[in-house]
Every structure is written in C-alpha cells, then in structure tokens.
C-alpha cells in the first residue's frame, strides 16, 4: 500500500513521462516533415535551374529574327 505522498510522485513521474513521450512524439513528426520540405525544396531548386538553362538556351538562340527587337525595327 502507498502513502499519498509516494502516490503523488508517482502521478507526478507519470505526468512528467508522458509530456516528455509527446514531446519525442511532436520531435519525430517534426523531423519527419523537416525531411519532406527539404525533399520539395530540392526538387522545387532542381526545377529552377533546368528553367534558368531553358531559358538562357532560348535567349542565346532568339537572338535572330524572333526577338522583339527585330519585329520592332
């Protein structure tokens, strides 16, 4: 049989413990989507430059007679 005192550690340790097991829980889905943003992100920056390099291909072969400065001539 337990005093009231030992009981309320008791209650307290297990309040403590399963504030600390949400916390790991909340840590872990953190991490977890930490790990997908940085996923898109990678993506979102490999598309970035396969448009910089469409893009700087079409400026440097656009520079006859499709450009708008030849239509405005």
């Not at 996923?39 to 656009?62: F, M, R, W, Y």
Request: contains cysteine; proline residues 1%.
């Amino acid at each position: 049989m337990n005093t009231l005192v030992e009981c309320e550690c008791m209650k307290g340790r297990i309040r403590h413990l399963s504030k600390m097991s949400e916390l790991v829980v909340e840590q872990s889905q953190l991490r977890h989507e930490l790990e997908e943003m940085t996923v898109l992100v990678s993506k979102k920056d490999a598309e970035i430059a396969l448009l910089k390099a469409q893009l700087a291909k079409a400026q440097t072969e656009g520079q006859g007679c499709n450009t708008p400065e030849y239509f405005l001539n």
